[in-house]
Every structure is written in C-alpha cells, then in structure tokens.
C-alpha cells in the first residue's frame, strides 16, 4: 500500500511538472501543457498540437523517457501487488485447509453473528478446536483477523460441511439468523454424519423447534428464551443464580462446575462413590452424574456405582478437576 501511495504521488509530480514545463517553454496555457503532458506519457504521439521550440523538444524528448519509465514501473508494481496478493492468498487458503484437514473431534460453527461469536470466543478460550462456515465477506474479515479456522462457503453446502471435516467432527452448531437456514444446515449435517451432535439455534417460532428435531437436531436452543428464563431467576431466585454465574463462569476464584467423562477401561469404572477418592483425594463434590441413557441422577449417595460412560458433574477448584481429569 506503501508503495502504491509513493507510485501515485511521483506519477502526480511527473504531470505537474511536464503541464508546467510545457507552459514555460512552449508558452501555453495549463490545460495545454498537461495536454503536451499525457499525450508524451502515454506515447499516442502527437497530432494536432507539437513542441514548436528546441527546448521543448527537448523537454519532450526527457518527459517521454521519465515518464514513459514511471508508468511502466507503476503498472509493473501494480501487478505484481495484484499477482502477489493472490498468489500468498491462496497460499495461506492453503495452508489453513491443511490445518483443518489434520481437525479430529473438532466443532464445526455455521454462521458468525452475535451468537456464533460468543460461541467462538468461548471454545478458543477452553483451547478447543473448532471450525466457522460463513460466508459474509464482512464477517470472514473478522474471523481472519481473530485468527479463526474458517470456510467461506454456504454452511447448508454438503461440500462445505465436508471441507469443515464434519465426517470427523465431535459436534455441529447451527446458529445462522434463519429458522429455514438451519434446520437446511441440520439435515445436510445429520446426512452426513448420523453420530454428530447437532445444536440448533431457534427463533422460538411456532413449530420451529419440532422441525429442527426431526431434522436430526440433538438440541434445540431460543436464545430468546434461555435469556427470558434467565432474567426471570435474577428476579425470582438471584442468589442461585449468582452462585451458578460463579461456578460456570467466574474461573478467577477458582471455583468450577465441570463434566469429567468416566471411561470404560479406567479404574473408577464399577467404584463406589465413597471408594473413588474424588472427594477425599482431589476435594470435589460430585453434583450429578449422568448416565449413557441421558439419566440424570442428581445429588448422588455415596453408595452408587460409577458406571463406564457416565459423565460426573463435579464442583470445586480447578486444578483439583484437571487433575482429577488426568486420573481418570
């Protein structure tokens, strides 16, 4: 860009002071002289207007072989701004397919407005990976400025979807501004990948969310009405709310409320609660626990069983929960 301004300006001085040479030495007006001026530069050769005197022969004769050279060296650096602009363009297009290529239990994000940005922000702040399908030239602006993985590409495309890595994806999140849009989003994604978990967004329209459940939706979420329920708890219940606010989100002090999946082959499978260690040894309490079928068994005895693919929701401090991550 640089470059380009000093081109622009040096090419503007060529012009002022061929019109004023010209004004000098051939005694014409401006217009004239910056006629003299353009027709030299641009090498049309002259018709019904020449240099009359020696001197502005000669001035000629040094306009053509300066600016004749200023011009060519302008457009050369011209296209070469263009050729190279492409050129590390699609090199880092590239380069950023190759990265998404190597993606596995990634999320894939379709649509980047208020809410897709928050989702976004969240995921890279918990260091997973994920994958934004957009097409807003606007929108993909920001996302290359924040340093996203992005495909610019229609989101309901079944070779966007593809490009995103969907076949390898651990989840889907549908968030484009239309109801039609992501339940389109919804089928193509379910198609493709009859394992993936699916969140759709809503507009809480009637019969919306069916639709995007019989599309293959795991989840169905209005943003309008998680934020209703959620000013109402402020209202109706504030200090419970507060304390989730804290346990969800306030990871400054310390205190978290996270999932920590069991797997079949680790050693708390078949344990007692009370046996596990996870209170005594890393200082948690175990809020729920939910099941492979979607039970939820809230508040658990120190009696029951944790069972392979459970999912323990624990409360407590977080590098007591990673660890206890690290263990299992």
């Keep these: 860009m640089r470059k380009l301004l000093v081109l622009s300006i040096l090419f503007f001085l ?15 007006s401006f217009l004239d002289g910056l006629y003299f001026t353009v027709i030299t530069v641009a090498t049309v050769g002259y018709g019904d207007m020449v240099p009359q005197t020696p ?5 000629a004769i040094f306009l053509v072989f300066s600016g004749v050279g200023l011009v060519m060296y302008s457009f050369s650096k011209l296209t070469e701004a ?15 397919d190759r990265k998404i290529d190597k993606l596995k239990d990634h999320h894939i994000i379709c649509g980047f407005g208020r809410i897709g940005k928050v989702i976004s922000k969240i995921l890279k702040e918990e260091k997973l990976p994920f994958v934004i399908v957009e097409r ?19 989101a309901s495309d079944d070779d966007s979807l593809l490009r995103a ?3 390898r994806a651990k989840g889907l999140v549908a968030v484009v501004s239309s109801d039609a849009d992501n339940l389109y989003i919804t089928l193509t994604a379910r198609g493709l990948n009859p394992d993936l978990f699916i969140l759709a967004r809503s507009s809480g329209s009637k019969g919306s969310r069916t639709k995007l459940l019989r599309a293959g939706a795991s989840k169905v979420i209005s943003p309008y009405y998680i934020g209703a329920r959620r000013m109402a708890s402020l209202i109706v219940r504030p200090a419970v709310t507060d ?4 346990a969800m989100y306030a990871g400054d002090i310390g205190l978290t409320l996270e999932q920590v999946k069991v797997p079949e082959n680790t050693a708390f499978a078949g344990q007692k609660l009370r046996d596990s260690g996870i209170r005594k040894d890393f200082d948690l309490i175990v809020v729920a626990i ?6 939820m068994i809230f508040n658990p005895g120190p009696d029951t069983i944790l069972n392979g693919g ?12 990673s660890g206890l991550k690290k263990l299992v």
């Design 243 to 246: 304390f989730i606010d804290l």
């Design 14 to 28: 060529v012009l002022l002071t061929g019109s004023l040479g010209f004004m000098k030495l051939e005694n014409t």
């Design 310 to 321: 459970d999912t323990l929701i624990v409360l407590g401090n977080n590098k007591h929960i």
């Design 136 to 154: 807003d030239p606007e929108e993909l602006k920001e996302i290359e400025r924040l340093g996203y993985f992005s495909i610019a590409c229609e």
């Design 55 to 59: 001197t502005g022969k000669t001035f």
């Design 82 to 96: 263009m050729v190279e602009g492409g050129i590390r363009e699609a090199l880092e297009r590239k380069k950023m």
């Design 290 to 295: 939910k099941q492979p079928n979607d039970e």
């Design 165 to 167: 890595g969907i076949e």
